[in-house]
């Protein structure tokens, strides 16, 4: 007897209309498929995998391409393992759409008819265009043929057009039957674009709540009368939409995915060009956040340049609460592996970085001018000498004189960091010196190198001259030695040279972090030298061993061709050599270039900060997240004037002035205090009302007021802001306005805000801490 059919669908007793069978029927039967496939995906993936890691490692090139392939493999399954039939977002029904989504037109992934994973057929390649349909742009199922035109109308007696099912991968059968088309295809792109206004061809869609695999809601929505009719009557129309059900939602630890429920605005932001810089401008609560992610995911599938192997992208946030509540989104969506950062990552010195007392001080170092000085302390250890050196060698005395040093100096191998360019500028100087008695029979000019080489005298004023430089080591001189200082930044006045030195100069600050970026970025590793000459001396050392080995395979070789005499050629050679045993340097993950940067609340960073992400970012494509009324600085300028001030010529600027996360009860209050500071603030317009008003109360009640939400609500988070003495807890969270930025809680609990400070810091910090709340605000203040 076979066991029961369980239904993917499992609606509360109040939805129980909802379950009528010609509502779901379709649903079910495509459901199963869906399950059929992911099953047989699975276990194609799992195979390949063991094969590919019972297969040789080999060496070099063959070596990196089975890790890599090892990487990708494991990185699709723990996608498909993370879902299961949830991967399905939901489905729409094209105005003229009954030769799609059941035919082989649209079926093939891109790397051909079953599919990119192998014989299952079910997971779509990771290229964007023709994925999810042949004619590109809708796919198989799109009102308009491949050719442009617009397909005849349908009949009224014809078949009901088959829907569409969107996913968060592209799925399709063994027969190469499409089962859900990927949400960043151009064939998905309707399904988060339709509005009543503007349909994009679609007479109905359809979203999913899955709960634990199963469907335990669902909402339709209808753009044409026609879908009203006897042909498109199957549907379940609600009062509200998928979208504002999510609103009310609790909280979890993370932030979650909105796949489902992207509105048409933000899918457009997701979608834009990646060339440039777009900022995504909005105020608390329109969700330029989650919609930055979601860019970050559709960018990584679209863009060929954002390859892994072509640059990738990094994420920069605001603070590490930030980074942890981001984490799940970009794996939801498909995408692991890629960089996150806060700007203290970036260098070292960032994790034990204290925010600078002096604001003088502050306001001297975020300036991007400073740097400068940085550039000129470096280019003081890069001045050739002016003083003809004579050294004595066994052939005859060599004049040392001041143009040979400025030509070594000068020359291409001196473009390279300074540690890394010495080597190659020693060789260079060798070189000049040599190459007048290449010619001459009384002086070997190959001895002469060597003994050059290894002259003390010469290497002593070469080291001089262009000395190994610790970054950390030439910013501390400059916060320690006033003189210095001057010479490096002439245009500072005596004051802020000053304000500028330190006791300690190596006691680092956020502020210190850009200025011993670019020292780095300038110096180069301070172990480079010796790192390559580790590597050169593994290098001689095993090609001495394959030269053993090759003479004694030559001495062995008994043949008529002497085969084995090959071996002594260059090329032979090079293909034995083994690079995994020579010694490297582990890569510096965050040091990029990278192809494309997503900067979240860039309206905190300074002019010198900037400089740190542009060196990351040569094509200066970035995705720029932000609210001028959150800058606890202040933002005077317009994003424009802000970025092309800083090096970014090629700016869009989109705006989200919807508030779809605070309830208008908690806006009424917060819009006041930041316009007090900020008279012009975008304030967002919120679409949604909780009927809970601010609460206000004495700071003596947060412990009662914690307790009691908490016995009251088995879900969701909260958040006590203000109070450094209360201890948080898994749910329950202790932030100041500062870390707070970027998250969101069911309950926030402001304390005695007034603290926070005057004018528009302060401002902004109670403004950013209120604003936090998703369902209900309490404001305490002590007696």
């Known amino acids: 007897m076979e066991p029961p059919v369980i239904s993917t669908f499992a609606l509360p007793e109040r939805l129980a209309a909802k379950a009528a069978p010609d509502l779901i029927a379709h649903d079910e039967r495509h459901f199963a498929a869906i399950a059929e496939s992911l099953a047989a995906t699975v276990a194609d993936l799992e195979a390949r995998l063991a094969e590919t890691r019972r297969a040789a490692g080999g060496h070099g090139q063959q070596a990196l391409d089975r890790d890599l392939e090892i990487h990708r493999l494991s990185a699709r399954l723990r996608t498909l393992r993370r879902f299961s039939l949830d991967l399905c977002l939901g489905r729409i029904v094209e105005a003229d759409g009954a030769d799609g ?70 799925l399709a059968d063994r027969e190469g039957r499409r089962l859900l088309v990927d949400w960043r295809a151009p064939a998905a792109e309707p399904f988060f674009a339709a509005t009543p206004a503007d349909p994009r061809g679609l007479v109905s869609r359809r979203r999913y709540r899955w709960t634990r695999g199963r469907v335990t809601d669902y909402w339709d929505e209808v753009f044409t009368p026609d879908a009203l009719d006897g042909r498109l009557a199957h549907l379940a129309l609600d009062d509200d939409s998928a979208f504002i059900a999510s609103l009310g939602a609790s909280r979890s630890p993370r932030m979650r995915d909105v796949l489902s429920t ?27 956040t989650v919609v930055a992610l979601h860019r970050a995911a559709f960018l990584l599938y679209s863009d060929p340049r954002l390859g892994h192997r072509r640059g990738g992208l990094l994420v920069v946030g605001p603070s590490r609460p930030y980074l942890n509540y981001v984490a799940d989104v970009l794996p939801s969506l498909g995408e692991e592996g890629v960089q996150t950062c806060t700007i203290r990552d970036l260098v070292p010195e960032g994790a034990d970085a204290a925010p600078e007392p002096d604001a003088a001080v502050a306001r001297l170092k975020s300036s991007a001018r400073l740097l400068a000085a940085v550039e000129a302390a470096i280019a003081g250890y890069e001045r050739p000498p002016v003083d003809e050196l004579v050294i004595e060698t066994p052939w005859l005395e060599l004049r040392v004189e001041a143009d040979a040093w400025e030509i070594a100096f000068g020359s291409e191998a001196s473009a390279a960091p ?26 070997p000019s190959a001895q002469l190198r060597a003994w050059l080489a290894g002259s003390a005298e010469l290497r002593g004023a070469f080291a001089r001259a262009w000395p190994v430089l610790d970054p950390a080591g030439v910013v501390a001189d400059l916060w320690s030695v006033p003189a210095y200082l001057r010479r490096c930044a002439p245009w500072l006045d005596a004051d802020e040279v000053r304000a500028l030195q330190r006791e300690h100069p190596r006691a680092w600050t956020v502020e210190d972090l850009p200025l011993l970026d670019a020292a780095r970025h300038r110096i180069g590793d301070p172990e480079a030298l010796r790192r390559r000459r580790e590597a050169d001396a593994a290098t001689r050392a095993q090609r001495q061993v394959m030269a053993d080995v090759i003479d004694d395979l030559i001495a062995a070789d008994d043949s008529e061709l002497r085969l084995m005499s090959m071996l002594r050629l260059d090329d032979a050679q090079e293909s034995l050599r083994n690079e995994s045993e020579l010694p490297s340097a582990d890569p510096d993950l965050l040091a990029g270039p990278f192809a494309h940067l997503v900067v979240d609340e860039a309206q905190e960073l300074t002019d010198a900060e900037w400089a740190m992400l542009l060196r990351r970012c040569p094509s200066r494509s970035m995705t720029i997240v932000g609210d001028p009324a959150q800058a606890r600085h202040g933002f005077t300028e317009s994003w424009r004037e802000r970025l092309e001030r800083v090096g970014l010529t090629r700016v869009e600027v989109a705006s989200l002035t919807i508030n779809y996360r605070t309830s208008e009860e908690v806006m009424v209050e917060a819009g006041p205090v ?110």
């Open 418 to 443: 300074h540690n890394e360019a010495r080597a190659d500028v020693w060789d260079e100087l060798l070189t000049i010196l040599v190459e007048p008695f290449a010619d001459d029979d009384g002086v």
């Open 101 to 170: 989504a059941d035919g082989a037109a649209g079926a093939p992934g891109a790397d051909g008819a079953a599919g990119a994973d192998g014989a299952a057929g079910a997971l779509d390649a990771d290229g964007a265009d023709g994925a999810d349909g042949a004619a590109g742009a809708h796919g198989a199922n799109s009102a308009h043929g491949a050719d442009g035109t617009h397909r005849a109308e349908r009949p009224v007696t014809a078949p009901a057009p088959e829907p569409v099912y969107i996913g968060r991968l592209g």
């Open 262 to 288: 992207l509105q048409a605005d933000q899918d457009a932001i997701i979608r834009a060009s990646s060339r440039g810089a777009l900022v995504v401008d909005g105020g608390p609560g329109t969700g330029k």
């Open 674 to 783: 930041i316009r007090a500071a900020i008279p012009d603030a975008n304030v967002p317009t919120s679409i949604r009302s909780t009927g809970m008003p601010v609460a206000h109360g004495a700071r003596e009640d947060l412990r009662s007021i914690v307790d009691g939400w908490l016995a009251e609500h088995d879900e969701g988070t909260a958040a006590v802001i203000g109070d450094p003495d209360f201890q948080g807890t898994s749910r329950v969270r202790s932030l100041t306005p500062e870390l707070a930025k970027g998250l969101e809680f069911d309950l926030v609990v402001l304390v005695d805000p007034e603290r926070f400070g005057d004018g528009v810091r302060g401002a902004v910090d109670r403004y950013v801490a209120m604003t936090r709340a998703t369902q209900r605000l309490v404001i305490l203040r002590s007696e």
